[in-house]
């Protein structure tokens, strides 16, 4: 976890900055497609800076990026992340390149039924992330294409920790994810509330009242400004 600790702290913050990149890229539809192509890109980072125990054969976390693109950015973000590691994991080569390609796409896959799997919940809890780290461990599977001493190393030395990683990585990461989906569908669903006063683009009383109860509930604490309008006739 400490030499993986600066590409997934580079996650953690385009993670976090998820809903001002939506809103700088103008929607739902471009956003996911950056973030994805960033998130392709911290994989590329990681496979890059790998443990390398033989020629060709790189251990790293590049499936945490991957399989949290396929669960919160969609498919159109799945495609973009997976495109970069793909290729990035095609160009390094080596006797691990085809086991390493299809652990991308079952952590992409995983991340991807995960998604479909937890579409209905309001709000994805730690149990839910969890449950996606485990899926992702699946993944790893993709090692029994390797030449059967470099596989029998890797499901008995690295597998294991590489597990252990995703259960820690991956709640911690899509739970930042979690929260700014969760505010940007709040938002969402404001601006198409008919208790938004379309003239004056302000919140009428009693959205403004429900408007405080959501930011109250996601616990963000930035300081809340009113501004009250009286119409005098």
């Given at each position: 976890m400490i030499d993986f600790a600066s590409s997934l702290a580079l996650l953690a913050l385009l993670s976090w900055s998820y809903g001002i990149l939506r809103r700088r890229f103008g929607g739902a539809k471009l956003a996911p497609v950056v973030l994805g192509g960033l998130f392709g890109f911290v994989a590329l980072l990681q496979m890059h800076a790998p443990i390398e125990p033989a020629e060709g054969l790189i251990i790293d976390l590049r499936a945490v990026p991957v399989a949290l693109a396929g669960a919160f950015l969609g498919r159109a973000g799945l495609v973009a992340c997976m495109t970069v590691a793909l290729a990035a994991r095609y160009g390094i080569g080596g006797i691990g390149m085809?086991?390493?390609?299809?652990?991308?796409?079952?952590?992409?896959?995983?991340?991807?039924?995960?998604?479909?799997?937890?579409?209905?919940?309001?709000?994805?809890?730690?149990?839910?992330?969890?449950?996606?780290?485990?899926?992702v461990s699946a993944s790893l599977t993709g090692a029994v294409l390797l030449p059967a001493p470099h596989g029998a190393w890797f499901f008995s030395q690295a597998a294991p920790a590489l597990a252990a990683a995703y259960l820690v990585a991956i709640p911690a990461i899509g739970a930042l994810l979690e929260r700014e989906r969760i505010i940007l569908k709040l938002e969402d669903d404001m601006k198409a509330d008919a208790r938004i006063d379309p003239a004056s683009g302000l919140y009428t009383v009693p959205g403004f009242a429900r408007r405080i109860a959501e930011t109250s509930a996601t616990g963000r604490v930035a300081p809340v400004r009113a501004v009250m309008v009286l119409e005098l006739r």
């Open positions: 085809i086991a390493g390609m299809t652990g991308i796409a079952l952590a992409g896959g995983a991340g991807l039924i995960w998604h479909r799997m937890t579409a209905h919940l309001g709000r994805r809890r730690f149990r839910d992330l969890l449950g996606l780290a485990v899926c």
